[in-house]
């Protein structure tokens, strides 16, 4: 069983448009974050939720919206989709001591 | 704010090579710190941590110490493979409670047979 979770692996789509990512995880963690990694492999924090309560919110356009239905589950929509937003982004989850557990990344590729 | 740097990348060794990957931090207080691995095509994994000053980490022959008085958790095996071929990441995460990884830049790693 995948720990955490990533839907879709990879998305491509046109300038302007809107899309989700849906990340889920199977490890009872409290809080969840979503990192984008651009193409020189950098990883930065976008987001992060605890217990579907927002605790950070980097600078990030309002384009980028993050939702959590439940502590389980963390997705990120994101409207009116620019060539920058091209990137990986990564869904993590953690406990007690942080140690980060990562799923596989989306790759997102805007045209 | 706080930060890591690692060296730059990418590293080109032969099998059983020796490896040290550097990484330096600046963080207020006393960080938690790790590496963590991302191999071609996958989500990172956590390869090791250390969560105060001297403790060692260590796990599939990698090894790094946290040293407070240099800033640095310098990442170094002692018989590079072919297998160990990925982008290695320095991090620390805050635990005055924000909980994120601040990363480095993650440095490429090539083992040639």
């Known amino acids: 069983d995948t720990a955490v979770s990533q839907t879709p692996k990879y998305l491509v789509t046109q300038m302007g448009n809107d899309k989700s990512i849906k990340c889920e995880q199977n490890l009872g963690h409290d809080t969840m974050y979503w990192y984008k990694q651009d193409s020189k492999k950098f990883l930065k924090i976008m987001f992060s939720y605890n217990n579907k309560e927002l605790i950070i919110n980097e600078t990030v356009p309002n384009r980028f919206s993050p939702k959590s239905p439940d502590k389980a589950h963390l997705n990120l929509h994101i409207n009116s989709l620019e060539l920058g937003d091209s990137a990986v982004y990564f869904c993590?989850?953690?406990?007690?001591?942080?140690?980060?557990?990562f799923g596989a990344g989306t790759r997102l590729s805007v045209l | 704010g706080d930060s890591v740097t690692q060296m730059e990348g990418p590293v080109t060794l032969s099998e059983e090579a020796f490896l040290t990957i550097n990484c330096t931090y600046t963080a207020t207080g006393y960080p938690s710190l790790f590496w963590y691995v991302q191999y071609p095509g996958e989500g990172l994994q956590l390869l090791l941590k250390a969560t105060k000053a001297d403790d060692k980490g260590s796990n599939k022959g990698f090894e790094a110490t946290y040293r407070k008085e240099t800033t640095s958790f310098h990442l170094e095996k002692g018989s590079v493979q072919v297998s160990d071929s990925a982008v290695y990441f320095c991090a620390l995460s805050d635990r005055r409670g924000r909980r994120a990884l601040t990363f480095g830049s993650g440095t490429r790693l090539q083992v040639q047979p």
């Open positions: 993590a989850s953690s406990q007690d001591e942080n140690i980060q557990y």
